[in-house]
Structures are given as C-alpha cells and as structure tokens.
C-alpha cells in the first residue's frame, strides 16, 4: 500500500481547512495519511526538510504547508485545494 | 552578505548589503558605519520596543496603510496566524510564517519572517483577490 504522509501546522488556516477533507477521503476510501505537525515537532520538521527536493519545485519553491506526499510515487500536492482534488491525486 | 551599519550621526542601525545614501532619520549624507552583528544586538537590547500581540497587530496595521493591502479582516483567521507568529517567535526565535517551514538555512529562513515578501507570492501578484501565501494579508479593493 502507498504510503501517504500530510504535513501540516497547528495554526496554518489552509491546514486547518484540508484537515477535515482529509478525514472524509480517509473514511470514504479506505486510506490513511501519516499527519505530521512540522512546527511543534522537530521530528516531523526534519522529515518534512528530508524530502525538500521533492515538495520545493512543487510547492512556490518552498516548505509550504500543508504539503500530501505519496513516498511510493514521490507524488506531492501542496495547499489548500478543493476535495475532488484531494481525492484525484491521492487515488491516482 | 548583508551586514549591520551604524548612522554616526543619530545612531540608526541598517542591515543590508550597502548603507542607504542618505540616513533616512537625520539626512545625513554617507553617515554610516559598518559594525559588527554583536554591536548591532547590544545596541538592540539596551532599547526597549513593544513587541507583543496588540504591538505587531498594530504595527502590520499600520504597514499595510500605505499599501495596496490590508491586514484581514477575518478575525479569527488573524488570531490564528498570530498565535503560530508568536508561538514560533518563542520556540524558533524569529517570527517565522506559520505557513510554510524554515530550511534552518538562515539566509533562507530571513524571507519566513512575517510580514515577508508576499507580493512575489502567485497567491497575490497578477490576482484581483490576490493574499499572502497565509491569507494574513489581502489586497484592498479600493486600490
Ligand atoms: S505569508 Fe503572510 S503570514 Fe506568512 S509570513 Fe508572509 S505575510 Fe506573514
């Protein structure tokens, strides 16, 4: 099974707003996301930074949150985006 | 590399890669001095700003009058930001944008703290609506 990963932060709106997307996708169809608080855990930010050449040339060429990562495909979607979205890139 | 000067004439500090020609405080021409980073820090700690939540509010506030944009008036979503600001200023040292991670390349990271550089942001330049990449900031539409 892929393996999906959600970075986000505690006060990032955009974050705030996919979270609950998230969890919709999750119970509709039967995935899982890793969801990493990357400015409250260091951890979490280290592993964020470990894939920087990844989500930068998609992200504005930055650690934007929140960032999806498929670390199967090296697929990355970054921000906030609508749930149709969400879910194209997550079961593609 | 940017570096700290000194107006020798009223004491402003500047952190850039060159001096401004003219000390915009005094109007003195060519007055400034390099010096070195731990001079500029004292010379910080011996001055005594406001620094909490109503402070940068007001500052940001008073930052985006002039400006195309303003602060938004999304209250709740400001709190929000401000609270990541501030908790970030505590735990990481600067205020770095609640929105996006520091490399913890300091040169890098400089452009994170809020307010940054956002009319580069394809969130806000060439967009009617357009906001900083955190929604902290929006255009006016009256401008
Ligand atoms: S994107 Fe907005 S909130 Fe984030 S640092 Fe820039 S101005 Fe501040």
Redesign the interface.
């Known amino acids: 099974m892929s393996k999906l990963i959600m ?1 986000h ?8 707003r996919m979270m609950p997307l998230v969890e919709k996708l999750e119970k509709e169809e039967s995935v899982s996301f890793d969801k990493l608080e ?3 855990n260091e951890q979490n ?1 280290d592993k ?2 470990s894939f ?1 050449d990844l989500i930068e040339p998609k992200c ?1 060429g ?4 929140p960032t999806f990562i498929n670390t199967d495909t090296n697929g990355v979607l970054c921000g906030e985006v609508p749930y149709d979205k969400l879910k194209e890139w997550t079961l593609s | 590399m940017k570096n700290f000067w000194r107006c020798h004439v009223c004491g402003d500090i500047h952190f850039g890669l060159k001096p401004p020609e003219v000390c915009p405080t005094c109007s003195v021409e060519h007055a400034y001095v390099e010096i070195p980073s731990g001079e500029a820090l004292n010379i910080q700690s011996g001055t005594k700003t406001e620094t909490d939540r109503m402070g940068f509010l007001k500052a940001i506030t008073a930052f985006a009058e002039n400006n195309a944009f303003q602060v938004n008036p999304d209250r709740e979503r400001v709190d929000m930001l401000l609270d990541g600001v501030f908790s970030n200023e505590k735990n990481h040292g600067l205020k770095y944008c609640p929105c996006r991670l520091r490399t913890k390349d300091f040169e890098e990271d400089i452009k994170l703290v809020c307010p940054c550089n956002f009319r580069i942001h394809e969130t806000y330049k060439d967009k009617v609506d357009g906001e900083c990449w955190c929604g902290l900031f929006i255009k006016r539409s009256d401008k």
């Open positions: 970075f932060g505690k006060e990032c709106p955009h974050c705030r990357v400015w409250h930010a964020m930074r920087k504005g930055q650690l934007r949150t």
